[in-house]
């Protein structure tokens, strides 16, 4: 596995990344304008595994409804996954909550600024921690997120899935030769943007790429081959039904799920097994079956298996007040109504069910 060894190679890989930076780079970004710690690392958590494009609106309403990060510490959990709905991997969420908690307790609302006291922190990994560091505290730290790793992969031709602890210990060993000790806020960004501008996982445009002259993958041909693909398997399928309980006035009922598991803390609508029956749920829970109507199946899709949803509507004669004496349920829809963190699919179906009737 080829590294870079030589000190002047190590300092020419920055040098030209940087001066790339200065005339081509990306400095209009959201998160890029007043750098503070608190807003780099929304910035980072939102930034994983997701767009930019889709993150930008997300940021800014993020930003406007918690603008510190006393005020996210102290915004209910709901209010926190409400801003969150639609972008997936919700712990992400419920991390960033506990973590402004901690850091208004423990730290007096001030980020710590060593890449440890911040690893340990909910949700926060190295990569992260040295983002925070390196952008917002301007003290030489690695990183490596997605873009890194590809941009690394390819120029040193690290094989291998960046999942296996080897092929990581390799790029991470890369990264931190090649991270410089000047203008490193400016260095981090640039290496990020290189990997979400040029060296895309597909199609890079190595015509224009700073450090391709000695790029080992773009001299082979092969920069498909890096870095190496997760190896593929089967997802299972996983079955369940969401009754999609309608009461007069298009007031629909929601659940809260637990804390922990899948959409952990969100609002779905109440979940049956395949088996059970939507009438006798209804029956003991209002004295009322409704009028039951199922759905097309729906499919939703996480990371490890796929999520088969029967949507069953059921349209019920009059609002249950006993349901208001459970603080996990509530009617969506109806002017009292709070502001909640919904799951994707649940988020779907409500814009099918509150859609205009012609």
């Known amino acids: 596995?080829?590294?870079?060894?030589?000190?002047?190679?190590?300092?020419?890989?920055?040098?030209?990344?940087?001066?790339?930076?200065?005339?081509?780079?990306?400095?209009?970004?959201?998160?890029?304008?007043?750098?503070?710690?608190?807003?780099?690392?929304?910035?980072?958590?939102?930034?994983?595994?997701?767009?930019?494009?889709?993150?930008?609106?997300?940021?800014?309403?993020f930003l406007k409804a918690f603008p510190s990060v006393t005020r996210l510490a102290r915004a209910p959990a709901d209010q926190v996954l409400h801003h969150w709905t639609g972008l997936g991997y919700y712990a992400r969420a419920r991390n960033l909550h506990k973590t402004a908690q901690i850091i208004t307790s423990d730290y007096g609302g001030e980020f710590p600024g060593s890449v440890q006291e911040l690893e340990a922190l909910p949700g926060i990994g190295r990569s992260t921690?040295?983002?925070?560091?390196?952008?917002?505290?301007?003290?030489?730290?690695?990183?490596?997120?997605?873009?890194?790793?590809r941009v690394l992969a390819r120029h040193q031709t690290i094989g291998g899935w960046p999942g296996d602890a080897a092929t990581l210990k390799a790029l991470w060993d890369v990264s931190e030769t090649v991270t410089p000790t000047q203008r490193i806020a400016a260095y981090t960004q640039a290496i990020m943007?290189?990997?979400?501008?040029?060296?895309?996982?597909?199609?890079?445009?190595?015509?224009?790429?700073?450090?391709?002259?000695?790029?080992?993958?773009y001299a082979a041909g092969a920069q498909s081959e890096y870095p190496g693909k997760k190896p593929k398997k089967a997802l299972p399928v996983k079955t369940t039904q969401m009754l999609m309980?309608?009461?007069?006035?298009?007031?629909?009922?929601?659940?809260?799920?637990?804390?922990?598991?899948?959409?952990?803390?969100?609002?779905?609508?109440?979940?049956?097994?395949?088996?059970?029956?939507?009438?006798?749920?209804?029956?003991?829970?209002?004295?009322?079956?409704?009028?039951?109507?199922?759905?097309?199946?729906?499919?939703?899709?996480?990371?490890?298996y796929h999520l088969d949803i029967q949507p069953v509507h059921v349209l019920l004669p009059k609002e249950s007040s006993t349901i208001m004496e459970d603080n996990r349920l509530l009617w969506y829809n109806s002017p009292s109504a709070p502001e909640v963190g919904l799951a994707a699919p649940v988020k779907k179906l409500l814009g099918r069910l509150l859609k205009p009737q012609p």
């Open 129 to 149: 921690a040295g983002a925070i560091v390196s952008i917002a505290f301007k003290k030489r730290a690695a990183i490596l997120d997605g873009n890194v790793k």
């Open 245 to 304: 309980i309608e009461a007069p006035g298009q007031q629909i009922l929601l659940e809260q799920r637990p804390a922990n598991g899948i959409w952990g803390g969100l609002w779905s609508f109440p979940e049956l097994s395949e088996a059970q029956a939507a009438e006798d749920y209804c029956l003991s829970r209002f004295g009322d079956q409704g009028k039951i109507t199922p759905w097309p199946t729906l499919r939703h899709t996480f990371s490890h």
């Open 1 to 61: 596995m080829a590294g870079l060894k030589a000190a002047a190679g190590n300092k020419a890989f920055a040098t030209r990344l940087l001066n790339w930076f200065d005339k081509h780079g990306r400095k209009d970004l959201p998160w890029q304008q007043d750098i503070s710690p608190y807003r780099v690392w929304v910035s980072e958590i939102m930034l994983q595994q997701t767009q930019v494009n889709t993150v930008i609106p997300y940021y800014l309403a």
């Open 193 to 217: 943007d290189l990997g979400a501008t040029l060296c895309t996982r597909s199609k890079p445009d190595c015509a224009n790429c700073p450090v391709a002259a000695d790029c080992q993958a």
